[in-house]
């Protein structure tokens, strides 16, 4: 079945350190594949999106490179803030199933220190 | 932002009493889904509808049902809490749903539910 893998948290960094979280997948077909982020105390807001093979979905200064032949969705941001402390997901949707059941990563949780 | 409220926000139970809680929408998408998020597994998909009436289960149902009326709400129940439902519950909907892998869910605030 379709699965999402995130690295491990949590992770810490000092403001305006860059930031690579690693996301791979296994699915079946061609997937999209979504960024969400978690402030604290709230739900989850989409981040980034990319629906097919290189593309690049980007927001808020953060990347994230849709890569077939590593099936990879890394998230990067070159100069992260204080405010960028949350928790990040990586999600697919099963390009059969459309949009209708997204598969979650199980978080990685983000700090910056100032 | 998208129009979802979720109600109550907190709720405090005791083991074996029922519980509902409810989603309530303004976008006016067809598809409503109910996930719990626990520390180690993510979020996971409890149920969801497709539709007034049309509901499915996700990965983790047994214990819960659901029911939509109304396209606007999507109401979750527990009809006799565990502790180990004690979660944070959030609702998400989506416009095109089956039609589109591209579509985005827009998810609620959540509600943090405490089951003794």
């Known amino acids: 079945g379709n699965s999402v893998t995130q690295m491990e948290g949590p992770v810490t960094l000092s403001e305006e350190a860059f930031l690579t979280i690693n996301c791979t997948y296994t699915?079946?077909?061609?997937?999209?594949l979504f960024w969400y982020v978690q402030y604290p105390g709230e739900g989850l807001q989409l981040l980034l999106k990319a629906t097919k093979a290189d593309d690049k979905g980007s927001n808020k200064g953060f990347e994230a490179t849709y890569r077939k032949e590593t099936t990879s969705f890394h998230l990067e941001k070159g100069s992260v803030q204080v405010s960028d402390s949350a928790v990040y997901f990586c999600?697919?949707?099963?390009?059969?199933?459309?949009?209708?059941?997204?598969?979650f990563g199980k978080g990685t949780k983000l700090t910056v220190n100032p | 932002d998208a129009g979802i409220t979720q109600s109550p926000r907190h709720k405090v139970t005791e083991t074996g009493t029922p519980v509902t809680l409810r989603c309530h929408q303004t976008?006016?998408?067809?598809?409503m889904y109910w996930y719990r998020q626990d520390p180690g597994h993510g979020l996971r998909l409890i149920h969801y509808?497709?539709?007034?009436?049309?509901?499915d289960k996700g990965e983790v149902s047994d214990g819960y049902s659901v029911s939509r009326s109304k396209t606007e709400d999507f109401l979750l129940t527990l009809e006799s809490a565990t502790s180990s439902q004690t979660s944070v519950y959030f609702c998400?909907?989506?416009?095109?749903?089956?039609?589109?892998?591209?579509?985005?869910?827009?998810f609620g605030p959540g509600t943090r539910l405490t089951v003794l």
């Open positions: 998400a909907i989506s416009e095109l749903g089956r039609a589109a892998s591209t579509d985005t869910q827009y």
């Open positions: 509808s497709y539709g007034v009436k049309d509901t």
């Open positions: 699915a079946t077909g061609y997937p999209s």
């Open positions: 999600a697919l949707s099963d390009p059969q199933g459309g949009s209708e059941k997204l598969v």
């Open positions: 976008e006016n998408h067809r598809y």
